[in-house]
């Protein structure tokens, strides 16, 4: 979670406690839930009806900081006691260790709104499974410093991964690496012929050195370029989710900003949820005029205010007004959804839209 | 290992003479001192005493008995001098810092007497290096004045349980705060730094704690950028007792036990910081 961003998000529900990042871009988002099962003892909290759990982030350094020497402390911790306490506002971390030694550690927090990021997997063309072994032998032979990288769907159901090489760039000064996996390199391989996608492979590293270290297999699920990919890891106690932006394919930018967010798309409906995935569609398809081959030419793409219903706009003029994504990065930053009344209807029990992290910071 | 280029005859006398075979140990507990650039040296019969002051808050004394070195002979009744201790730590390990097992570097110290530098011959390996480390004035040191008799509270630790607590200690706290206690939390180390506070706690009947004797409780503060240098100290040593008195003095005794099994003893005497107050405890 710390390679994606510097604020650690702390949610305990009652289905485990979810801990999530999202950077500064907004392009990448994570997510750890921990099943109640992990823990020896989970007690949310009790809340009435109307009030939720309480939630909070704290600076991601300094919770790190409480578990550095990692390799000691798996020697010399017995137990761990996490106690978020609203009213002194303090997060406690205390290390029953060995010798009868006992470290506390209060940290401050900050309250916060739900972080959430909209996807979902059940909606993706194409997925992948493989062990992490597989995937991380793959990415080994990428420089350490590479920011993105394509992966691919070829004949003969082989994937492939491919740096992605900036237009920019010089053809004579770049070197260009390409690998091919087989199909029998998967569990499963569920993919579209010809699909492609373009993430930050930076952001991805970090889910597969945990991959890896625990073991699990990972599953891409991903759609057409521009559209959110999806890495899973299940387990029984663990459910993971990174959620990555892609490069969209458009052709060109010569719209003026002032044709998106169009007035002809559809108005969300009370079935909000799922006009908000056509819609985001809708957005995309309007804007890049026809969807042809891809181009080589890659463009900046910000997230344009939508006209939607009152109540939301203003949430998402905000978002629309922080200046999305820097010129340097080219992704679009990952949509999140506006407040949503709880037990919405949504197509899979994937479907998760939430709050949007309102605090203003962005 | 012999040596094979003698220093000036024994027709001179010297204030102070000694010999250690090997002067890897010596090193290492002067080490465990080196906050300050100088540092103030005694010899008597009973041995050599290292101090380095900082602050006129914090003092630390290394000393080495007569015992351990091979030979060690003072003439005069005490002898005095300030030196720089980093180039004295220099010398040293002018064979450089590693040692090859099987290699060491032998030491003789010879001192003439005020005004005269202290002449070090180390040699390794047949080859002989003569340092002649100018000496000064010295100053006048802090007398902490802390005997047995005016200790409130006492515990002796095994080194092994603080070592990482000192090496992990947060240092964006401006403090150190230590409490003693014959309740609990009994012995607790704590910070206040960016992130928020840490505590760490030491219980009474741990397996760690080898002496514990805490009469009232005692909630001292220290400056951490003075207490963090004892940190050395802390990882040479095998046991370390913590001892404060009535105005909140702190007194840190390390015993350190060298390869050949000897004791030598590190201390740390701190005054507690008076700017902070005791609000919020």
Redesign the interface.
């Known amino acids: 979670l710390s390679r994606i961003g510097d604020e650690l998000y702390l949610e305990p529900t009652e289905s485990g406690l979810s801990l999530r990042a999202v950077n500064s871009s907004r392009s990448a988002f994570a997510s750890f839930l921990f099943a109640p099962l992990f823990f020896q003892l989970y007690e949310p909290g009790s809340t009435g009806p109307d009030t939720e759990l309480f939630r909070c982030k704290v ?1 991601m ?2 919770f790190l ?1 409480v578990f ?2 990692l390799p ?1 402390l798996e020697k ?1 911790m017995g137990k761990c006691l996490i106690l978020l306490k609203p009213r002194a506002s ?1 997060l406690v971390l205390q290390l029953h260790c060995k ?10 927090f900050q309250e916060c709104e739900r972080l959430q990021a909209v996807f979902d997997t059940q909606r993706c063309t194409s997925r992948l499974c493989a062990p992490a072994r597989v995937l991380v032998e793959a990415v080994v032979h990428f420089p350490p410093t590479l920011a993105e990288v394509t992966l691919g769907t070829g004949p003969g159901g082989k994937i492939s991964l491919r740096n992605y090489v900036e237009d920019e760039a010089e053809p004579s000064k770049t070197m260009v690496t390409e690998l091919w996996l087989a199909e029998d390199e998967f569990q499963s391989v569920a993919v579209s012929p010809g699909s492609h996608i373009t993430f930050c492979l930076k952001e991805f590293r970090g889910l597969l050195t945990f991959a890896e270290a625990s073991n699990l297999p990972l599953t891409i699920h991903f759609d057409d370029p521009g559209r959110p990919v999806i890495f899973t890891l299940d387990d029984t106690v663990l459910e993971v989710h990174l959620v990555l932006a892609t490069l969209s394919d458009l052709e060109s930018d010569s719209q003026s900003p002032s044709t998106n967010g169009v007035s002809h798309l559809p108005a969300p409906s009370d079935d909000f949820a799922d006009d908000l995935e056509s819609y985001m569609a809708a957005m995309e398809t309007s804007e890049g005029g026809s969807r042809g081959p891809p181009s080589p030419t890659f463009h900046l793409r910000t997230p344009q205010p939508a006209e939607s219903d009152p109540e939301e706009e203003e949430e998402e003029e905000e978002e629309g007004a922080v200046p999305g994504t820097p010129p340097h990065k080219k992704f679009r930053s990952l949509f999140f959804g506006s407040v949503m009344t709880p037990g919405g209807p949504g197509p899979a029990t994937t479907q998760e839209v939430l709050a949007e992290d309102s605090d203003g910071e962005w | 290992m012999p040596f094979s280029a003698q220093p000036p005859a024994s027709g001179e006398r010297y204030a102070l003479s000694a010999s250690l075979d090997n002067a890897r140990h010596l090193f290492s507990l002067l080490r465990a001192v080196h906050f300050q650039d100088h540092a103030t040296c005694f010899a008597t019969a009973s041995g050599l005493r290292v101090t380095v002051e900082d602050a006129k808050c914090i003092q630390a004394n290394a000393f080495i008995q007569a015992e351990i070195f091979q030979e060690f002979v003072v003439q005069e009744e005490s002898v005095v001098f300030r030196i720089s201790l980093s180039v004295l730590l220099d010398c040293l390990t002018i064979f450089g810092t590693s040692s090859l097992p099987g290699t060491s570097t032998a030491l003789r110290m010879c001192y003439r007497g005020y005004g005269y530098p202290l002449m070090l011959f180390l040699e390794e390996g047949g080859v002989v290096t003569v340092c002649k480390i100018n000496t000064q004035e010295p100053d006048e040191l802090l007398d902490f004045d802390f005997c047995s008799t005016k200790v409130v509270n006492k515990i002796i630790l095994q080194s092994e ?1 603080l070592r ?1 607590a000192f090496a ?1 200690l ?1 240092m964006s706290s401006e403090v150190l705060q230590i409490t003693m206690s014959p309740d609990k939390p009994y012995f607790r180390l704590s910070t206040f730094g ?10 009474r ?4 704690m080898e002496a514990f004797h805490c009469n009232q409780t005692q909630t001292n503060r220290y400056k951490i950028s003075l207490l963090k240098p004892s940190t050395k100290a802390l990882a040479l040593s095998s046991k370390v007792s913590i001892r404060t008195d009535a105005q909140g003095f702190l007194s840190l005794q390390y015993m350190i036990r060298n390869e050949d099994g000897q004791i030598c003893f590190v201390e740390y005497y701190c005054c507690p910081d008076e700017n902070i107050t005791e609000a919020g405890l």
């Open positions: 600076h350094k300094s900081g550095r020497s000691s010399s303090r010798y009868g030694v006992t470290k506390t550690h209060n940290l401050a | 349980g990482e992990e947060d960016n992130a928020g506070s840490a505590h760490l706690d030491y219980p009947d741990s397996d760690l």
